[in-house]
């Protein structure tokens, strides 16, 4: 399986590392800075191109989404195919993963299959998802499960692998069945890195939709604000929409942040 | 068994043999709803398309009109991945009817799509090249090395062969992008393909001064275009033929008012709901009579138009085996629409090469 | 018969727990509710992980236990490939017996034919060579970058204060999000694909050089200091060493990410290539053809990440020969 190094390196993106030392304005100052010299540019016109839309645009075009209601049902949208495809691949991906990590013969069967498919993008698999699923909801909640999946997965059963010996001892003089074992020693004590895996799925599984929407197109969501404004020309639109794509990113991340620092205080670190 | 069964697990069993008893029976029933695929991404809202009379039925409803007394739903679906997004479709049963170019549809017959063509809806569609206004390409021999859109697949793809190949250009002396027409247009505006090929939708981004027509095919040998047509699945079709009688009906009818010319600045503005201004419709129809285009007839040229797409695209690679055409067209739900709407005078059938049949309109060959 | 008492200090290595061997006859009679009933079981030759490769159950199949060596080896190595060739196998009798239609799932057989055409016609390579390209050179940007950038905001902590927090709201927006701004930006171009195949590459590499340039053990530096290290030796000698190792993981995740990008990218737009292939199959319905260009991108990937992988045990393995302690 997946060394634990490389997974606390995905981690390491998705729980993004905070500056040291006080003086918390200091990082406003780029942005900042980015954003004057952009309206700058716009006003005096130092580039002439179509292309280039002051920030004041992008914000009108914002408001205007807002107002006449598109960009909530465009969210609503694509949350809805999220969260569905997040619980599906949580849920199989819990249970792949407690598999894995529990039964060693399984592990040594199906473990290596696994890890070769975690090596092929998701996007290489639309074209067949399309085939069998069609272009709608339910290919892109497929997609969107299997994004949920791996994460999931590689890290229940590296949680679980790593169950500290000296718990499992405990159990083993006790004479606890296996079934004990894996339920009150194993389980619990993997908790913190599944929810590592179950943070990470729900940031995947929203880095996926925006793809599932590009690469299976139909119907409503914030991807296809995006299609939208590339093929219109409308780079406002375009950056409006990659502002809420990363708003939302940013938003689930500080919840399951947040979420994650009350588990540890009950379960522990891993 | 060894134990005779509890009366629950009998109960269970005699409703189950009673439903599958009575599934035959319901599946030849109506169906309750009937879903059409168009392999474009239409415009408009409601989203529409236009260029064939399919539009017409979509923008005047008249499918919802004939089918709502009998309680049946109809659901438009437009694909913006076209014709081949249609096949997926198609192919997992997710639309009962689809509007496709052939190319595409020849591609789902040999890939084991049984479907059944029943009435033109587009015919002699033109294709142009078209390139950033500054542009140094002048003709197809110039696209040499070039970066040049072309959306694989559809229907355009091998007129685009064909054109390139009577050049003395295969596909691959170009360094070909496959792109949809939506961003097709994009990319050439922003200058990142030095041409594409398409249709009838650079009219309008040439008109804004962002293109330029360096090729038509308008005008030129007739094999030079490309056909559209309605067709159905075979399922579909055996299970419920009373219901494709009656979509072919309205097909029917539409085509006729589409090749009324009294009706053309009504038809283009129709069409113009869209999205593509009438302005464009006008440019793709110029010097062309509607009736040619929007003829529903079966007739030689169209025939013999499918044969040649199959043979080149086996000799191109793009399919892998010979498809019949013979037996893919079910015409008998055309010919019981003339005959019924009275209509079988009304279009002129033509040779294979594209030219009217010698002794005027006479009804469809096949 | 003596029994050494188990030993319940945590972090004792595998290797020096007491083994507790007892045979059938030494099992004690000891009437227990079945909670507290000690359950002696045959010891595993390892350590007493659940998941550890080599337990066995309860009950471990003696005749299996008997058999060769080498014969015990041969069908460990071969285990892996049970589940693949299990599913090939059902793929194959699928479409053999029509229980797939062939627009559906192809046989097989088909793939292997269009993976040869390929090969033979040379047009593989062709593919396979874009493919690479591109991504090694997206990778070289993107990872520079990210090497530069994490070092900058490791070294000095005010330099991390004003680009962190962008460099992370950035971080948060996916590659495809990024797309079509790059586009209409800098057109459908190979400059495109190393754009966006660089970014995928830069995050992991500069999150983790900065993640290894704060891990240098407090210990160390406090030593540094009280040597009087100056900045340079303490960077050189101190922080340098342990950083490592966390690099050298951003490097290989951003390798697999740059490859992961690679095909997200070219399946948008691109002119050759495997994301290529694979588009160009999906819109002639030629299923054959993608999972071919899917099994060879999968082959590809998981090839250079074994490389890594290897790599990565080499410099571990030379560190900690070099170094025991610097952990």
Redesign the interface.
């Known amino acids: 399986m997946a060394?634990i190094?490389?997974d606390a390196?995905?981690l390491?993106?998705s729980a993004?590392?905070?500056?040291?030392?006080g003086?918390?304005w200091?990082?406003?100052?780029?942005?900042l800075a980015?954003v004057a010299l952009w309206w700058l540019a716009s006003r005096l016109g130092w580039v002439n191109s179509a292309?280039l839309v002051s920030p004041i645009q992008v914000l009108d075009t914002g408001r205007e989404l807002v107002g006449n209601g598109r960009l909530w049902l465009a969210l609503r949208a694509s949350l809805a195919r999220e969260l569905t495809g997040f619980g599906i691949g949580t849920a199989a991906g819990l249970v792949l993963g407690a598999l894995l990590?529990?039964w060693?013969r399984f592990?040594?069967?199906?473990?290596?299959?696994f890890?070769?498919?975690k090596?092929?993008?998701l996007?290489?698999?639309?074209?067949?998802i399309?085939?069998?699923?069609?272009?709608?909801d339910v290919a892109k909640v497929v997609f969107l499960s299997l994004a949920a999946l791996v994460p999931v997965v590689v890290n229940t059963c590296d949680g679980?692998?790593s169950?500290?010996?000296?718990l499992?001892?405990?159990a083993?003089?006790?004479?606890?069945?296996?079934w004990q074992?894996?339920t009150e020693v194993?389980l619990p004590a993997a908790i913190p890195a599944i929810f590592t895996g179950v943070y990470l799925a729900l940031i995947y599984s929203w880095?996926a939709t925006?793809?599932a929407e590009?690469?299976l197109?139909?119907g409503r969501g914030v991807?296809n604000l995006?299609?939208e404004?590339?093929?219109?020309?409308q780079?406002d639109l375009?950056?409006f929409?990659?502002a809420v794509?990363?708003?939302v990113?940013?938003l689930m991340?500080a919840c399951a942040r947040l979420l994650e620092r009350r588990l540890a205080r009950r379960f522990g670190r891993p | 068994m060894s134990k005779p069964l509890s009366p629950l697990r009998r109960a269970t069993l005699s409703a189950a043999a009673l439903a599958l008893s009575i599934g035959p029976l319901y599946a030849t029933a109506a169906p309750q709803v009937i879903r059409i695929g168009v392999a474009s991404a239409g415009g408009g809202e409601p989203v529409t398309w236009g260029g064939s009379p399919g539009g017409v039925v979509r923008v005047n409803e008249w499918l919802e009109q004939e089918f709502k007394p009998s309680g049946i739903q109809i659901e438009w679906?437009f694909?913006?991945?076209a014709g081949p997004?249609v096949n997926?479709?198609l192919?997992?049963k997710?639309i009962d009817f689809a509007y496709q170019g052939d190319l595409p549809q020849v591609v789902g017959r040999a890939n084991g799509l049984k479907t059944k063509l029943l009435v033109v809806s587009g015919a002699r569609n033109n294709l142009y090249v078209v390139t950033p206004p500054q542009s140094d390409i002048r003709g197809i021999k110039d696209l040499k090395d070039k970066r040049v859109s072309i959306f694989r697949g559809t229907n355009g793809h091998l007129v685009a062969i064909n054109v390139l190949a009577a050049n003395g250009l295969a596909e691959r002396d170009l360094k070909a992008v496959n792109l949809d027409a939506?961003?097709a247009?994009?990319a050439l505006?922003?200058n990142g393909v030095d041409a594409a090929f398409g249709g009838y939708e650079w009219f309008k981004v040439r008109d804004q001064g962002l293109a330029k027509v360096i090729y038509s095919t308008q005008g030129q040998d007739p094999a030079y275009t490309r056909q559209a047509s309605l067709l159905v699945r075979e399922d579909f079709e055996k299970e419920h033929p009373a219901e494709v009688q009656r979509v072919v009906d309205v097909f029917v009818r539409a085509a006729d008012w589409s090749s009324d010319e009294k009706n053309r600045a009504e038809l283009f503005r129709i069409w113009a709901r869209s999205g593509t201004p009438v302005a464009s419709w006008e440019a793709e129809f110029d010097k062309q009579s509607l009736a040619e285009r929007n003829s529903p007839l079966v007739d030689d040229f169209i025939i013999a138009r499918y044969k040649a797409v199959v043979r080149d695209a086996v000799q191109l690679k793009l399919i892998r085996r010979e498809v019949p055409v013979d037996g893919w067209f079910d015409t008998r739900y055309l010919q019981a629409s003339l005959k019924k709407l009275g209509l079988e005078k009304r279009w002129t059938a033509y040779d294979a090469k594209g030219q009217p049949k010698a002794g005027g309109p006479a009804i469809a060959a096949r | 018969m003596s029994r050494s008492a188990?030993?319940?200090?945590?972090?004792?290595a595998?290797a020096d727990?007491p083994r507790i061997t007892l045979s059938a006859a030494d099992r004690p009679r000891i009437t227990l509710s079945a909670?507290?009933?000690?359950?002696l079981?045959s010891p595993a030759a390892g350590?007493?992980?659940?998941?550890?490769?080599e337990?066995t159950?309860p009950a471990a199949p003696r005749p299996w236990r008997a058999a060769p060596a080498w014969l015990r080896r041969g069908a460990?190595r071969l285990?892996?490939l049970?589940?693949?060739l299990a599913l090939l196998g059902l793929w194959a009798l699928g479409a053999a017996r029509g229980w797939i239609p062939a627009?559906?799932l192809p046989p097989p057989v088909f793939v292997v034919d269009t993976l040869r055409d390929l090969a033979a016609s040379g047009d593989l390579w062709l593919h396979v060579q874009a493919s690479l390209q591109r991504v090694l050179v997206g990778f070289a940007a993107g990872s520079l970058i990210g090497l530069l950038l994490g070092t900058a905001m490791g070294l000095s902590?005010?330099v991390?204060?004003?680009?962190?927090?962008?460099f992370?709201?950035?971080?948060?927006?996916?590659v495809?999000?990024?797309?079509?701004?790059v586009?209409?930006?800098v057109g459908i171009g190979e400059p495109l694909k190393y754009i966006l195949i660089a970014k995928a590459a830069m995050?992991?590499v500069a999150?983790?050089t900065?993640?290894g340039f704060?891990q240098a053990p407090a210990g160390l530096r406090e030593v540094g200091q009280v040597y009087g290290y100056s900045r340079r030796q303490q960077v050189l000698e101190i922080v340098l060493p342990s950083a490592v190792?966390?690099l050298f993981?951003?490097l290989?995740?951003g390798f697999?990410k740059a490859?992961?990008?690679?095909?997200?990218v070219e399946?948008?737009a691109s002119s050759e290539g495997l994301?290529y292939l694979?588009?160009y199959?999906?819109q002639l319905?030629q299923?054959d053809l993608?999972?071919a260009?899917?099994l060879v991108?999968?082959a590809i990937?998981?090839l250079i990440?074994r490389l890594l992988?290897l790599a990565e045990r080499r410099l571990a393995g030379r560190r900690a020969a070099a170094a025991p302690g610097a952990r």
Not at chain 1, 16 to 21: Q, T
Not at chain 3, 48 to 53: C, F, H, K, P, W
């Open positions: 060394s190094p490389l390196a995905e390491a993106i993004p590392l905070r500056p040291r030392g003086r918390r200091r990082g406003l100052v780029l942005p980015a292309l990590g529990l060693p592990n040594r069967l199906a473990g290596p299959s890890n070769t498919f090596q092929i993008s996007f290489a698999w639309i074209p067949l399309s085939v069998w699923f069609g272009l709608g679980i692998r169950t500290p010996p000296a499992l001892e405990v083993r003089v006790y004479g606890y069945t296996r074992t894996a194993v880095l925006i793809g590009y690469l197109v139909s991807g995006l299609i404004g590339s093929e219109h020309f780079m375009v950056l929409g990659m794509i990363g708003t990113g940013w991340n | 679906l694909f913006k991945g997004a997926e479709a192919s997992n997710q939506g961003s247009q994009a505006v922003s | 188990l030993s319940l200090q945590p972090g004792h595998a727990r909670a507290d009933r000690p359950r079981t350590g007493s992980r659940i998941a550890d490769s337990a159950g460990a285990e892996p049970l589940l693949p627009q559906v902590r005010s991390e204060a004003y680009v962190l927090p962008s992370n709201a950035l971080v948060q927006i996916p495809l999000a990024w797309l079509p701004f586009l209409l930006l995050v992991p999150l983790n900065l993640q704060r190792p966390t993981t951003g290989r995740l697999t490859w992961l990008s690679l095909v997200v399946l948008v994301g694979i588009v199959g999906r319905f299923l993608v999972m260009a899917v991108v999968g990937g998981y990440d992988d």
